[in-house]
């Protein structure tokens, strides 16, 4: 009987020493583990789109259609012209040919051809893209003439701001210097197109 609790009185003592060991083992295997980070989040590899920049306006074909005045010293009467025109990629230069009349020099319609470059006057981003503009003009029948005036970029009714087609309103003068010196100003207002359409 002595013996029984002996053998009883070892298996449970070797029972609880594996049981300590065990849960030991069990212990430092999870602390030794590393902690799990949270995922960090991707970075974005999606480049600025068209629509997201404002050179779009800039990059154009353009049909632009206006009234206004012809003045000289000697004779003033009213004007109208139209012309079309396209970006000169990859410089920032927009060349248009079209047509204006009647003028004050007393040509019923005189042809013209264009360069202009565009300065933008305020931060890209912007809805609306308010643009100074200067070049030189040949008006076929007047002769040399500086072109300048301001304009606005925008978009068309209905559409995102910067989309691939916008409008564009301005105020344009073409100051002859003789033959006689005469400005010519009208209020256009454009249909412009985006070159890789």
Not at 59 to 70: D, E, W, Y
Not at 97 to 126: E, F, K
Not at 137 to 153: H, I, K, P, Q, V
């Amino acid at each position: 009987m002595k013996a029984v609790k002996i053998i009883l009185w070892t298996i449970a003592v070797l029972a609880a020493a594996a049981a300590a060991v065990a849960q030991s083992t069990s212990a430092g295997t999870s602390s030794s583990q590393p902690t799990a980070l949270p995922d960090a989040p991707m970075p974005s590899n999606a480049a600025p789109t068209k629509s997201q920049s404002k050179d779009s306006y800039y990059s154009r074909l353009g049909i632009l259609c206006g009234a206004g005045a012809s003045t000289s010293s000697a004779n003033t009467s009213s004007l109208v012209g139209c012309g079309a025109g396209m970006t000169l990629l990859p410089f920032p230069v927009f060349i248009e040919a079209g047509v204006m009349g009647p003028m004050a020099n007393g040509r019923a319609v005189s042809g013209y051809l264009s360069l202009d470059g565009n300065i933008s006057l305020a931060p890209t981003g912007l809805k609306y893209a308010p643009m100074a503009l200067v070049g030189y003009s040949r008006l076929f029948e007047a002769g040399n003439a500086l072109d300048y005036g301001l304009a606005l970029a925008m978009p068309r009714f209905g559409e995102e701001k910067n989309s691939e087609n916008s409008l564009r309103l301005e105020l344009r003068d073409y100051y002859t210097f003789s033959n006689p010196q005469q400005h010519n100003v009208m209020l256009r207002i454009g249909w412009m197109l985006d070159e890789t359409d």
